[in-house]
């Protein structure tokens, strides 16, 4: 598999060391947003290719940990708003 555009926007915002808030708030580019798009409307009209059913898969698989992680921001900001 190779490294798609969305894995490189997390790995990158990762390596920069978000806070909660950031994670909570984050959003994929609006050319990742696209390309998921995209591969998701030829899913169900023309088809895709072996390597972008792989490439829509992982994106989809990314999407997931990132929601999960977004959650988990979203606990973490709230024990810390009821602590003050």
């Known amino acids: ?7 490189e926007e997390v790995i990158d915002f990762i ?4 806070s909660s808030r950031g994670v909570a ?10 390309r998921a798009v995209d591969l998701l409307t030829r899913e169900k009209t ?8 792989d490439e829509l898969s992982s994106t989809l698989r990314l999407e ?3 929601r999960l ?6 606990q973490h900001l709230a ?3 009821q602590a003050l």
Do not use: D, F, N, Q
């Not at 598999?1 to 894995?7: K, P, W």
């Not at 390596?15 to 978000?18: D, F, I, L």
């Not at 984050?26 to 947003?33: D, G, I």
């Not at 992680?69 to 979203?74: E, I, L, Q, V, Y």
């Open 25 to 34: 708030e984050y959003r994929p580019s609006e050319a990742t947003r696209a």
């Open 79 to 81: 024990a810390e708003h």
């Open 64 to 66: 997931h940990i990132m």
């Open 15 to 18: 390596a920069a060391g978000p």
């Open 46 to 53: 023309t088809g895709l290719t072996p390597e972008e059913t």
């Open 69 to 74: 992680a977004k959650a988990r921001a979203r």
């Open 1 to 7: 598999m190779s490294v798609t555009r969305a894995y």
